[in-house]
């Protein structure tokens, strides 16, 4: 839980060495937090992604002096934009973790070095194609890839957090595996609302252990939010997906 008051924009801009402490506050009681989690569950400690949606450029900066070097974003248009605009931090990598349309393939490929949120053909297909494209005119890695599943299929249309079907995932790995410019590395979920995050991380993590038999490059799981890190670290997440509890409340949230 956040105990601290939003800081504004404007104190921001003027004390940046005010925020920049506050940011090493949480990320270190974070990463105490994972160390806990993995000690208890005898688990390897996972990679964080510290999500920086609706938070400034300015704070991307000042968590990668602070040693941050992943980070995530979910909407293309602000993404792209700080991207550019860090482009001169070395080793800085960016993780597009929210729904994409087709149309913005092109865009997320020039700056993103995964997108763990791929739940159908018609976006693995965009992606591929944006990055044979991008080859053209430079270098691109081949882009990692994670499928999104949804661990929530019988809820209401409004409370789904997207991702594909479970029963769906065997063919689309397979797609995915078989597409120029992309690793398949594995698979990301988000805890259904509302509901204990537990059971929904032990399914998937025996999804993970399903696809991993057909193809054993995909061990990466990306589960695990600010509120249930602890959960996903016991059920066995590599990539932990933490936006609040690094960064405060997200400005336009209040
Ligand atoms: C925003 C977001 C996160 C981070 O959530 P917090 O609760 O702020 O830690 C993680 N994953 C996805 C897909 C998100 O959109």
């Not at 920086?52 to 248009?77: C, I, M, W």
């Not at 599943?149 to 065997?170: F, K, Y």
């Not at 590395?185 to 988000?190: D, N």
Request: hydrophobic share 40%.
């Amino acid at each position: 839980m956040n105990t601290q008051s939003p800081v504004t924009g404007a104190q921001r801009d003027e004390r940046p060495d005010e925020r920049t402490a506050e940011l090493a506050g949480r990320l270190q009681r974070v990463h105490e937090r994972i160390e806990e989690a993995s000690r208890k569950a005898a688990r390897e400690k996972p990679e964080l992604i510290v999500v920086t949606k609706f938070h400034p450029a300015e704070d991307v900066r000042r968590l990668y002096s602070l040693g941050v070097r992943e980070v995530g974003e979910n909407r293309d248009q602000e993404a792209s934009a700080k991207a550019a605009e860090l482009a001169g931090l070395d080793g800085l990598s960016w993780h597009f973790i929210g729904q994409l349309q087709s149309n913005k393939a092109k865009s997320v490929v020039r700056y993103a070095s995964a997108v763990h949120s791929v739940d159908r053909d018609s976006i693995a297909t965009a992606l591929s194609r944006a990055v044979l494209a991008e080859r053209e005119s430079g270098v691109r890695p081949d882009l990692d890839v994670l499928l999104q599943v949804n661990l929530d299929p019988a809820a209401e249309e409004q409370t789904r957090r997207g991702g594909a079907l479970p029963a769906s995932l065997p063919a689309l790995a397979d797609q995915v595996a078989g597409l120029e410019g992309l690793r398949l590395r594995g698979l990301m979920a988000v805890a259904p609302l509302g509901a204990d995050p537990r059971p929904a991380f032990e399914w998937l993590h025996e999804l993970s252990g399903a696809l991993r038999r057909d193809h054993p490059e995909a061990a990466l799981l990306s589960a695990g939010m600010s509120h249930d890190l602890e959960d996903a670290i016991a059920c066995g997440a590599t990539h932990l997906r933490i936006g609040t509890d690094v960064l405060g409340p997200r400005p336009s949230m209040g």
